[in-house]
């Protein structure tokens, strides 16, 4: 049975142009027979890039993070490098969903960290179908109270059992399961991939552009499109230039329908840069 490695929302304050804060989350779907090598591989990088024992790496260390001083510059993008790499060999796909948090959440989701979960599980389901097999999901544990983490579980069971308003699943064989990402590589591997994905889309310079070119082989496609699929945006209507200019999608897809991309009456016509 295959796992996905669910990163926990995270928040974004955005560079971009008259972009709000986003709301992401995300993850790696990784195939039953290698989720034993890669999460070894990843915890002999660790201890080859000298971790103390105990210590996580993160795309975004805290300031009592090993990582923060202990791995910075140079050694620490070649120290992402290799996990991505090591993610590639083994067969990883990935999906990262973020939500514009001034926008409208519909009215089925409290929150637009509810709505992201949702469009996450969506995505875990369609990567499920498309591998012809059951997934179960590990969530990294939520902050806050056991409260906290029992109501995060109970909405999850909710979207799985009852579906989306667009999705049944069928290949999620559990409710979601969480556990600290301090004990698990693969949790810590979905949240660099997640935190980068969100700050690249958020405007971000200085980091993640140099990871995105290993990173986008990873994002699940459809054809040749990223957008709505290893990577949605919402609302799409304000946002779906974006897939054409950070992640090279060429056309906008509705149904059945392609629409060529840029789509000029939307916002970002000319560049990922300037709104209008």
């Known amino acids: 049975m295959d796992i996905f490695f669910a990163d926990d929302s995270v928040q974004r304050a955005p560079t971009r142009q008259d972009m709000n804060k986003l709301v992401g989350v995300g993850g790696i779907h990784v195939p039953s027979d290698r989720v034993n090598p890669l999460e070894r591989s990843l915890s ?44 590639s060999e083994n067969g990883i796909r990935a999906a990262v969903v973020m939500s514009d948090s001034e926008s409208k959440h519909p009215g089925h989701s409290a929150s637009h960290e509810d709505f992201v979960i949702m469009l996450l599980i969506e995505r875990i389901e369609w990567l499920a179908s498309r591998a012809g097999r059951d997934v179960v999901v590990v ?37 979601a399961l969480s556990t600290s990402s301090h004990f698990v590589r693969l949790l810590q591997a979905a949240d660099l991939l997640t935190g980068c994905v969100t700050a690249f889309v958020a405007g971000e310079q200085r980091f993640s552009p140099q990871l995105m070119t290993a990173i986008q082989p990873l994002l699940a496609t459809n054809g040749s499109r990223v957008g709505g699929i290893g990577l949605k945006i919402h609302p799409d209507f304000w946002y779906a230039n974006l897939y054409h200019w950070l992640f090279g999608d060429t056309h906008f897809w509705r149904g059945s329908i392609g629409h060529p991309f840029p789509l000029l009456a939307r916002p970002y016509p000319r560049n990922a840069t300037q709104r209008r």
């Open 139 to 175: 969530f990294d544990r939520p902050g806050g109270a056991r409260a906290d983490e029992e109501s995060f579980l109970a909405a999850c069971l909710e979207k799985i059992q009852s579906g989306t308003p667009f999705v049944r699943p069928a290949r999620i064989a559990l409710n």
């Open 44 to 87: 002999q990088l660790c201890v080859a890039t000298g971790f103390p024992p105990g210590e996580e790496f993160k795309w975004s260390p805290n300031r009592e993070d090993w990582m923060h001083q202990g791995l910075t510059g140079a050694p620490r993008a070649t120290f992402f490098s290799e996990v991505l790499r090591l993610c």
